[in-house]
């Protein structure tokens, strides 16, 4: 069998990743739009733009060729924001196998058709059998596993036979590995955290302390978890590593993006500014937009994905939202778990 596994794209966590499987003794080819950002990977070993100057392993191979990257690949790495999977997933159609693995690492829904990732996947890639697309998820920041902190993720597929081979290629001493046969609730709990962070942004830059940060991550997890099971997800999904553990790394964290965002949002700039100076992907704005309208259509409540909705996409003050959630009629908290 092939050594080679193919990474795309070359942003914080997939070269993260990248470096992960390179510890682990593959051959690992980074794919990138960006001759710039190849060059620089190829002759410095380092991907400056997301990782500072962290160095990269020279196991680590990047190309600007798709074909080059996937020919002759056991497994190819999908960690393509939201918008941009569909797109990919198409181009990369002639240069797949039926026997390779294809995982991604993806946390969003699309816009306008509200699919998970893997479904996305699954559209484009018809000649790949379901059984063979993984999802990675998990409490995992890129600045920490380049570093080789100790991090555990979780990897999920309707079979148990394409998990495990991917919890082969990524565990090692510092990258633990779980598997976990409910591939909706790993995707769904990846994805919707990513709201309650913007949350945590918001609260902590408004300077409301730790108490409401707690009951936002409480009341966020009762509403990931409602919306979860409504979209035919296990319970009990969301208390492990892609739910309660990756909501708790993304709200309390200053590696997160959407935490970031949140912060800022809550200083006064106008959205449009707040993604500009970020300069990278913030996956929760879109996937509020997405919970929203998913929230409706399986008529699940989610009062804190409506108020930043409001905020995100209809100018309302971040501290009327915090008031007008800390006014809603009085209710037993059983009720929405």
Not at 82 to 100: H, N, Y
Not at 123 to 140: F, K, Q, T, W, Y
Not at 324 to 330: H, I, K, P, V
Request: aromatic residues 6%.
């Amino acid at each position: 069998m092939s050594n080679k596994v193919a990474v795309l794209v070359a942003g914080s966590w997939g070269t993260a990743l990248a470096a992960v499987l390179a510890d682990n003794g593959k051959e690992v080819w980074l794919w990138s739009r960006n001759e710039e950002q190849v060059k620089e990977i190829n002759d410095k070993h380092r991907n400056s733009r997301f990782l500072g100057e962290t160095e990269l392993s020279p196991q680590i191979k990047a190309t600007s060729s798709l074909q080059e990257a996937l020919f002759n690949a056991q497994a190819a790495v999908l960690v393509v924001p939201s918008s941009g999977m569909r797109e990919v997933a198409a181009q990369i159609r002639p240069f797949l196998t039926k026997e390779m693995l294809l995982i991604h690492a993806t946390k969003g829904f699309e816009t306008g058709t509200l699919k998970r990732m893997s479904a996305v996947i699954s559209d484009e890639l018809p000649e790949i059998a379901a059984e063979r697309i993984v999802v990675l998820s998990g409490p995992s920041h890129a600045e920490e596993v380049i570093r080789q902190c100790p991090t555990t993720v979780v990897v999920a597929a309707h079979d148990l036979d394409a998990a495990e081979a991917a919890q082969d290629l990524f565990i090692n001493p510092y990258f633990r590995v779980y598997t976990n046969p409910d591939i909706a609730g790993v995707e769904i709990g990846g994805s919707l955290k990513n709201i309650i962070a913007l949350g945590a942004g918001l609260t902590d830059g408004l300077g409301f302390g730790d108490n409401a940060k707690a009951a936002l991550l409480t009341r966020g997890l009762a509403e990931i978890a409602r919306l979860g099971q409504a979209m035919g997800a296990n319970a009990q999904t969301f208390a492990g590593l892609a739910g309660l553990g990756d909501l708790i790394v993304t709200c309390t964290s200053k590696h997160s993006r959407n935490w970031r965002a949140g912060y800022m949002l809550a200083q006064g700039e106008p959205l449009e500014q707040v993604l500009k100076e970020m300069g990278m992907v913030v996956e929760g704005v879109k996937t509020t937009k997405a919970a929203y309208e998913l929230s409706r259509f399986f008529k699940v409540s989610m009062p804190i994905t409506d108020e930043l909705y409001s905020v995100l996409f209809e100018g309302k003050s971040p501290k009327i939202a915090v008031e007008d959630l800390m006014g809603r009629l009085r209710k037993h908290e059983m009720e929405e778990i």
